[in-house]
């Protein structure tokens, strides 16, 4: 039912559901509230409910959206384009994480745009002291021989607003956010592994920062 834009986007029906997927998003009783005109396109607000997985809690929570589509017409039928969307999305697995004195760091997803590869990271303190975490220091992603760096900007669209100034976390608190590394381009569906580098953080009182340089990601081909 995607646009002919959206499938290009995509690129594939496996790249479309892994968005999906990667976040257990589902929708139900899905009404329509408002049908209008948005320049060639029918603009179309529906109200659903949802479920979905929070990575920062870690739990599936339910809800209810109101949203707006827009349908176009393609020959002789109605597609929607479905755009906002990484155009794949992947789960890392639960040992992606590196620990370094109490201060923890996670990675969730990694979440492909042209252009960038947006990483969904939770910080945890298990120390009993505070920790600052600085991740757009020193972080870096790498890919063979290839460097991207963290993209900054005060749009907060983009860029997390407190990850950017700095996570000051308290004894046994945590915190979920996402970095964008800045990447040349539309990266395809080969075969990938991914190095990535978090820090700097520093534990109150200590003498010197740590930096986390977590287990290889490996992205499956398609």
């Known amino acids: 039912m995607l646009a002919r834009a959206s499938r290009r986007y995509f690129g594939s029906y496996e790249n479309y559901v892994s968005v999906w997927k ?21 603009l179309v607000t529906v109200r659903q409910e949802i479920s979905y997985f929070n990575h920062g809690t870690q739990r599936l929570m339910r809800g209810q959206i109101t949203t707006g589509y827009a349908v176009e017409e393609e020959d002789g039928a109605y597609r929607i384009d479905d755009g906002g969307h990484p155009y794949r999305s992947v789960l890392a697995e639960s040992a992606i994480a590196a620990d370094r004195g109490g201060a923890k760091v996670i990675v969730r997803e990694l979440a492909f745009y042209p252009r960038r590869v947006e990483a969904t990271v939770t910080f945890e303190n298990d120390s009993n002291t505070f920790i600052t975490f600085l991740p757009y220091g020193r972080s870096l992603l790498r890919e063979g021989s290839a460097v991207y760096h963290p993209l900054r900007t005060r749009d907060w669209m983009l860029t997390d607003r407190q990850l950017f100034l700095g996570l000051r976390l308290a004894a046994n608190a945590r915190y979920t956010g996402q970095i964008n590394f800045l990447v040349p381009g539309r990266l395809d569906d080969r075969t990938r592994q991914f190095a990535l580098v978090i820090g700097p ?15 290889p990601i490996h992205v499956a081909a398609r």
């Not at 257990?24 to 009404?31: L, P, V």
């Not at 953080?201 to 287990?215: R, V």
């Open 22 to 42: 990667a976040d257990r998003f589902s929708s139900t009783h899905g009404i329509a509230l408002k049908i209008a005109r948005d320049g060639n396109a029918q």
């Open 201 to 215: 953080a520093l534990a109150q009182g200590a003498d010197a920062p740590e930096q986390f340089s977590l287990p």
